[in-house]
């Protein structure tokens, strides 16, 4: 008879080709890892919070196997050892973000805790039917209501402040219909942080007709859903470099919002790609391509930039939003690839 622990290694393999990917997932994010202990001093909230998802994720995927014969499997090993690495340095990047800007920083304090984030246990997948006709020609967020009404959630627009409080100007631009880009990405983000914190009054004082039965994960559906056309015409324009860094923030937080088809292992090992070699970061080489385009050209995929972003450019040319959100999303592809939700591949008790 086969042992429990063969059987379960049977139960739980991923195919050759994921196996395949794992290992450069693994690979990608060590590099990644090693880029954020040699600067996490530097990197600003955006970036920190990219390896924050990360840590969620690798700490359910440990947890996950812990108690069964595969927490030995070298590449569950793999992973628990990222965790470890990302404990031990997490708490000074968060430290230094409260030194720079105390008062953003305390903002936000509550989605820089891996435990904030529910990592997904059952998938879903986006459905074509709901994209729009057109999306908007410019961004239709604004960056300053966007946080606030981010705080209203969390609690933190004032000390002790109540959580889940939900005005009309944040519902009104977090449900509106046909936004582009990074005011796409912000809509999601602002559903799934009311998720997390346990907020069910986001729809309430919902007055249009059209939208009374729509629910939190409908918008979940209907946002991933376009976030998905958006990046599969990116995909079809060949990647145009500065629309990397919000292709893979779709992916990074649809992911997290349960829609496994944003998991396309084609897209992987363009992401791969993109990583610096030595350096471990991603976005490195933005300003020596952007510097190549004609001016028409440039001016068109500054359409696709997110507006007033809190980016940062660290010393060495690496970005600190992309790298964050890359390693994310990387952690939401190893994440899928080692707890496949088959329940023949789940683990027996």
Same mark, same amino acid.
């Given at each position: 008879?086969?042992?429990?622990?063969?059987?379960?290694?049977?139960?739980?393999?991923?195919?050759?080709?994921?196996?395949?990917?794992?290992?450069?997932?693994?690979?990608?994010?060590?590099?990644?890892?090693?880029?954020?202990?040699?600067?996490?001093?530097?990197?600003?909230?955006?970036?920190?919070?990219?390896?924050?998802?990360?840590?969620?994720?690798?700490?359910?995927?440990?947890?996950?196997?812990?108690?069964?014969?595969?927490?030995?499997?070298?590449?569950?090993?793999?992973?628990?050892?990222?965790?470890?690495?990302?404990?031990?340095?997490?708490?000074?990047?968060?430290?230094?973000?409260?030194?720079?800007?105390?008062?953003?920083?305390?903002?936000?304090?509550?989605?820089?805790?891996?435990?904030?984030?529910?990592?997904?246990?059952?998938?879903?997948?986006?459905?074509?039917?709901?994209?729009?006709?057109?999306?908007?020609?410019?961004?239709?967020?604004?960056?300053?209501?966007?946080?606030?009404? @981010?705080?209203?959630?969390?609690?933190?627009?004032?000390?002790?402040?109540?959580?889940?409080?939900?005005?009309?100007?944040?519902?009104?631009?977090?449900?509106?219909?046909?936004?582009?880009?990074?005011?796409?990405?912000?809509?999601?983000?602002?559903?799934?942080?009311?998720?997390?914190?346990?907020?069910?009054? @986001?729809?309430?004082?919902?007055?249009?007709?059209?939208?009374?039965?729509?629910?939190?994960?409908?918008?979940?559906?209907?946002?991933?859903?376009?976030?998905?056309?958006?990046?599969?015409?990116?995909?079809?324009?060949?990647?145009?470099?500065?629309?990397?860094? @919000?292709?893979?923030?779709?992916?990074?937080?649809?992911?997290?919002?349960?829609?496994?088809?944003?998991?396309?292992?084609?897209?992987?090992?363009?992401?791969?790609?993109?990583?610096?070699?030595?350096?471990?970061?991603?976005?490195?080489?933005?300003?020596? @391509?952007?510097?190549?385009?004609?001016?028409?050209?440039?001016?068109?995929?500054?359409?696709?930039?997110?507006?007033?972003?809190?980016?940062?450019?660290?010393?060495?040319?690496?970005?600190?939003?992309?790298?964050?959100?890359?390693?994310?999303?990387?952690?939401?592809?190893?994440?899928?690839?080692?707890?496949?939700?088959?329940?023949?591949?789940?683990?027996?008790?």
């Amino acid at each position: 008879m086969l042992t429990l622990a063969v059987l379960l290694l049977l139960l739980v393999t991923c195919s050759p080709s994921q196996q395949g990917a794992v290992e450069d997932l693994l690979r990608s994010l060590t590099d990644g890892l090693t880029f954020f202990q040699n600067h996490f001093t530097h990197l600003n909230l955006d970036g920190v919070f990219g390896y924050t998802l990360l840590h969620a994720q690798l700490k359910e995927l440990v947890q996950m196997w812990q108690d069964t014969e595969l927490a030995g499997d070298p590449q569950i090993r793999a992973a628990a050892g990222l965790a470890a690495r990302l404990d031990e340095s997490l708490p000074g990047a968060l430290q230094a973000l409260q030194d720079a800007e105390p008062k953003y920083f305390r903002e936000f304090e509550p989605m820089m805790d891996a435990g904030f984030w529910s990592v997904p246990k059952e998938w879903t997948s986006t459905d074509s039917a709901l994209t729009y006709s057109a999306f908007r020609v410019t961004e239709c967020y604004d960056e300053e209501l966007s946080d606030e009404c @981010i705080t209203l959630l969390l609690g933190t627009w004032k000390d002790n402040g109540t959580p889940c409080i939900v005005t009309k100007s944040c519902r009104d631009m977090m449900t509106r219909f046909g936004c582009p880009h990074y005011s796409l990405s912000h809509q999601l983000l602002y559903f799934l942080t009311g998720k997390m914190r346990g907020c069910s009054n @986001i729809l309430q004082g919902e007055r249009r007709e059209s939208r009374v039965n729509l629910t939190d994960q409908d918008y979940q559906k209907i946002f991933c859903s376009n976030m998905m056309k958006n990046n599969k015409e990116i995909v079809k324009n060949s990647f145009p470099h500065q629309t990397r860094d @919000i292709f893979i923030e779709n992916i990074m937080l649809c992911g997290m919002a349960g829609f496994v088809d944003f998991y396309s292992a084609d897209w992987l090992r363009h992401i791969l790609l993109w990583q610096d070699p030595e350096a471990g970061c991603f976005g490195k080489d933005e300003e020596d @391509i952007s510097r190549g385009l004609s001016k028409e050209l440039l001016e068109k995929l500054q359409l696709h930039r997110r507006v007033k972003r809190r980016e940062k450019t660290l010393k060495d040319g690496c970005s600190s939003h992309m790298t964050g959100v890359a390693v994310s999303a990387l952690g939401g592809y190893l994440y899928h690839y080692l707890t496949e939700q088959d329940v023949t591949k789940r683990p027996l008790l």
